[in-house]
């Protein structure tokens, strides 16, 4: 005998609504958590690699946006578009820098602090692969030749 939940007065739990309710509010969480990065003010850079290591870097990225080949101690010469950050610096904030040495190595990573800039600096973003093993990043209208630039001495030299 079957007996409609209506006439006992129960409601009927059919066997998909839990699974319901935790994907919608699953769903609902990933909305905001996507909506919040919404209306960031951001400016795209051209971005350029320079390679201060003993080997060559078959291919970087800078938060998946893709940059050049770069031959050992050297770099400078290819731009790629682009790399974005927020136009308004934020005290604490990385970009994930990926590279490969060679075509079938796996990814080495690293997420890289992003020191101080200014809107009026945002012409290029600067990947420098250092010798020690670190990467470093800059915001910057200028080139590594100019005196203002922010990697100086012994650890720019490529």
């Given amino acids: 005998m079957h007996l409609d939940a209506r006439a006992t007065g129960?409601?009927?739990?059919a066997p998909w609504r839990p699974r319901f309710r935790t994907s919608l509010a699953v769903l609902l969480a990933a909305a905001s958590i996507t909506l919040s990065g919404c209306g960031e003010d951001l400016m795209a850079l051209e971005m350029?690699?320079?390679?201060?290591?003993?080997?060559?870097?078959?291919?970087?990225a800078v938060n998946k946006s893709g940059g050049p080949y770069l031959a050992p101690h050297r770099g400078g010469g290819n731009f790629t578009c682009c790399a974005s950050v927020p136009r308004t610096y934020r005290p604490g904030m990385t970009l994930d820098v990926e590279?490969?040495?060679n075509?079938?190595?796996?990814?080495?990573?690293?997420?890289?602090v992003v020191p101080p800039y200014r809107p009026?600096?945002?012409?290029?973003?600067?990947?420098?692969?250092l010798r020690d093993g670190n990467v470093k990043v800059f915001v910057t209208m200028v080139g590594p030749r100019h005196p203002t630039y922010p990697l100086q001495g012994d650890e720019a030299r490529l």
């Fill in 99 to 101: 590279w490969v040495n």
């Fill in 103 to 112: 075509i079938k190595d796996i990814p080495k990573q690293r997420t890289v």
């Fill in 48 to 60: 350029v690699g320079y390679n201060h290591t003993d080997e060559g870097i078959y291919a970087f």
């Fill in 120 to 129: 009026q600096d945002g012409g290029m973003l600067s990947v420098h692969f």
């Fill in 10 to 13: 129960t409601i009927a739990t």
